[in-house]
């Protein structure tokens, strides 16, 4: 079965700080992984995946992510904090294709990102 | 491009009513998924839907929840009766299919946030 770790339940980082949320995974064969942002009475919001190729994947609103995979993990981040980023970070996995069929997306618990002024 | 719609965005029931929730997806996208994000939780998986067939409800408690998606379109999500631990918000996201059954990255609408007394 496939999960997703996130360490953190809270970072805290001042603004203009390079900022790190963090996410291990565990799945069988080559994963696929997701970072979504969830902001207070919204839904989530895809930031970036990796599938496949360069390790180090560029997403929206200058977010990136590191896939690493013989520390099978893929932390998400950003060199400058702004204080808008402050939300609810969730890292996701799924199973690699192997024909059609469901490849439930498997969620972490979530990371509170607060930027301070 | 509209996103994922959802209605209503709040709702208060007392245990043992019943409630529906409805989501359309975006134009196009083939999949459609229902998900239950209990609060300081991540979201998980209720029931996943390509076209008008179900592909996974392996997680979905079939005694008191149903989910239709009639015209491949539209989706509802029905609870009957309801209990105080389906207090959660339920979250709707869609996805295209690529070639060969294969499902793109999912798209999740604000969500429904359910409180039951």
């Known amino acids: 079965a496939q999960s997703v770790a996130q360490p953190e339940d809270q970072v805290n980082v001042a603004e203009g700080n390079p900022l790190t949320v963090k996410c291990t995974y565990s799945v069988s064969g080559n994963p696929y992984l997701f970072w979504y942002v969830q902001y207070p009475n919204r839904g989530l919001q895809f930031l970036l995946k990796?599938?496949?190729?360069?390790?180090l994947v560029k997403g929206s609103y200058g977010f990136e992510a590191e896939f690493n995979k013989s520390q099978t993990s893929f932390h998400l981040k950003k060199p400058s904090a702004l204080v808008s980023d402050s939300a609810l970070y969730f890292c996701?996995?799924?199973?690699?294709?192997?024909?059609?069929?469901?490849?439930?997306?498997?969620f972490g618990k979530g990371t509170k990102l607060s930027v301070i002024p | 491009e509209a996103g994922v719609a959802q209605s209503p965005r709040y709702k208060i029931i007392e245990k043992r009513q019943s409630v529906a929730f409805w989501c359309n997806p975006i134009?196009?996208?083939?999949?459609l998924y229902w998900y239950q994000q209990i609060l300081g939780q991540g979201p998980k998986l209720l029931i996943q839907f390509q076209n008008n067939g179900v592909v996974d409800d392996s997680q979905l408690p079939k005694d008191r929840f149903s989910a239709e998606r009639l015209k491949g379109v539209d989706s509802t999500l029905k609870i009957q009766p309801a209990k105080l631990e389906d207090s959660a918000v339920y979250l709707c996201a869609s996805s295209l299919v690529i070639a060969g059954g294969i499902t793109d990255t999912q798209y999740f609408g604000p969500g429904t946030r359910l409180t039951v007394l």
């Open positions: 996701a996995v799924r199973p690699p294709y192997s024909g059609a069929g469901s490849y439930q997306l498997t």
């Open positions: 134009s196009g996208h083939a999949t």
């Open positions: 990796y599938i496949t190729g360069d390790n």
